[in-house]
C-alpha cells in the first residue's frame, strides 16, 4: 500500500508531493466517494476522484502502486481513466474550442484603440462664438 500523496505525486497528477498533499486539503481528492487524507493508502482498484477547478473531475481506477516517480511512460500504467472521465472531459475541450473571444466580453476597463479614436475625434469639436 502506498499514501495517496505519494501516489498522486508518483503517477504526475502533480508536480510535487506538496502540491498533492495541499490539493488533498482542500478537498479536490477522492478516494471511493469519500474526501481523503493526504495519509490514506491507496489499494489497486480504488477508484480516485481529481477536482481541479475550471475543469471536469477526472475519475481514474488505480491500477499499480509505486511511492518513486518514474517516466512519464510508466506512471501511465498506474492508472486508467474511466470511460465517462473521457467523454466529459472531450466536450469540455470542444465547448472551450467553441469559446467566444474574452475580448468581446468586456464592458468596461481600459478603452480599445478604435475607443480612443472615438474619444479623440469626440474631443476635437469647435466651439465658434456667436457673431
Known amino acids: 500500500m502506498t499514501r495517496l500523496d505519494k501516489w ?3 503517477a504526475r ?6 502540491l498533492a498533499a495541499d490539493a488533498i486539503t482542500k478537498h479536490r481528492v477522492e478516494v471511493g466517494g469519500q474526501v481523503a487524507k493526504a495519509s490514506r493508502d491507496v489499494k489497486i482498484g ?8 475550471g475543469y471536469p473531475a477526472r475519475e481514474v481506477a488505480v491500477r499499480g502502486l509505486s511511492d ?6 510508466v506512471a501511465q500504467q498506474l492508472y486508467e481513466e474511466t470511460e465517462a472521465s473521457r467523454t466529459a472531459a472531450a ?10 473571444e474574452p475580448a468581446l466580453t468586456l464592458t468596461e476597463g ?3 484603440k478604435r475607443d ?3 474619444l479623440a475625434e469626440w ?3 469647435r466651439a465658434e462664438a456667436p457673431e
Open 68 to 73: 518513486v516517480r518514474g517516466p512519464a511512460p
Open 110 to 112: 481600459r478603452p480599445t
Open 116 to 118: 480612443r479614436r472615438k
Open 8 to 10: 498522486l505525486w508518483a
Open 123 to 125: 474631443t476635437r469639436w
Open 91 to 100: 466536450e469540455a475541450q470542444a465547448l472551450r474550442r467553441q469559446g467566444v
Open 46 to 53: 480504488d477508484l480516485v476522484r481529481l477536482h481541479t477547478p
Open 13 to 18: 497528477f502533480y508536480k510535487t508531493r506538496s
